[in-house]
């Protein structure tokens, strides 16, 4: 799974001009999920989420984890994060799991930042949406599961 986390003051998304998800301050993720991927990566990434320390203290370090500041998570699926542009200008999205398997993936992920105290919010799967953030930094990180501690669970 892979994970673009973004710190934000608040975050939104759309279907259709509707609005299906907003948090406060917290994070705003994005989420692919790739063909090698098992329910047993939801819980580490989740766990990873949560305790990354990119809030600010009050001495205006990066010691603060989302379950520390009480912020919430934007949860939004995005299978593009598996493209492969090596070749030719059209990204090839191959490496995405299929559809049915990533919905419930990207679920399961949410459901286990549920788990540990993190309030939730969510696009709509396989929708166009329009998403919308105020990043605070900016501060823009990339995780992958293959790349944690240990590789893949």
């Given at each position: 799974?892979r994970?673009?986390?973004?710190?934000?003051?608040?975050a939104?998304?759309q279907?259709g001009?509707?609005?299906?998800?907003?948090?406060g301050?917290?994070?705003l993720l994005?989420?692919?999920v790739?063909?090698e991927?098992?329910?047993?990566?939801?819980?580490?990434?989740?766990e990873?989420v949560v305790?990354l320390r990119?809030?600010?203290?009050s001495a205006?370090?990066?010691?603060?984890?989302l379950?520390?500041v009480?912020g919430?998570?934007l949860?939004?699926?995005q299978?593009?994060?598996f493209a492969?542009t090596?070749?030719?200008?059209?990204?090839s999205?191959t490496a995405?799991?299929?559809?049915?398997?990533?919905?419930?993936?990207?679920?399961?992920f949410r459901?286990e930042?549920?788990?540990?105290g993190?309030?939730?919010?969510?696009g709509?799967f396989?929708a166009?949406m329009?998403v919308s953030?105020v990043?605070?930094g900016p501060?823009t990180?990339?995780?992958?599961?293959?790349?944690m501690?240990?590789g893949r669970?």
């Open positions: 799974m994970v673009v986390v973004q710190r934000v003051a608040e939104a998304v279907v001009g509707e609005e299906v998800g907003r948090i301050r917290g994070l994005f989420v692919g790739g063909h991927d098992a329910d047993e990566h939801a819980a580490p990434l989740a990873k305790n990119v809030f600010e203290d205006g370090k990066t010691n603060l984890s379950l520390d009480g919430a998570a949860v939004v699926s299978f593009t994060l492969d090596r070749k030719g200008r059209r990204p999205f995405a799991a299929e559809p049915a398997a990533a919905e419930r993936l990207v679920d399961l459901q930042l549920e788990v540990r993190v309030h939730t919010a969510s709509r396989g166009e329009r953030l990043n605070e501060f990180l990339h995780l992958d599961t293959d790349a501690p240990g669970p």
